[in-house]
Nanobody, 127 residues
């Protein structure tokens, strides 16, 4: 089993930056694709970014491409989401998620395809 814990959320002004971290622990970490999702009250959970632990490939939602960067540090079992040029529309609870299995790109954007989730961290961008 895998446990995920997010940190790094907070309040920033539009145009500012935040770096989110997701620390993973458990019996095994190999074979996991890691992703970031975000959710606003009353709306569907939205894909933000994903990264393959084995392939070092990254994927982004169109709304964040060029502004957000997902990365990993396997020695620390941690994934990061660097968020730059933040907009008020980025305000949400951000969740870290893990998916075990082969890399199938169309599945990376589906929240219901992920096996493990963190508790979330609030990101608020003021205008």
């Amino acid at each position: 089993q895998v446990q995920l814990v997010e940190s790094g959320g907070g309040l920033v002004q539009a145009g500012g930056s935040l770096r989110l971290s997701c620390a993973a622990s458990g019996r095994t970490f190999s074979g996991y694709i890691m992703g970031w999702f975000r959710q606003v009250a009353g709306k569907e959970r939205e894909f933000v970014a994903a990264i393959s632990w084995s392939g070092n490939s990254t994927y982004y939602a169109d709304s964040v491409k060029g502004r957000f960067t997902i990365s990993r540090d396997n020695s620390k079992n941690t994934v990061y989401l660097q968020m730059n040029s933040l907009k008020p529309e980025d305000t949400a609870v951000y969740y870290c998620a893990g998916r075990f299995g082969p890399l199938i790109v169309p599945l990376l954007r589906r929240a219901d395809e992920y096996d493990y989730w963190g508790q979330g961290t609030q990101v608020t961008v003021s205008s």
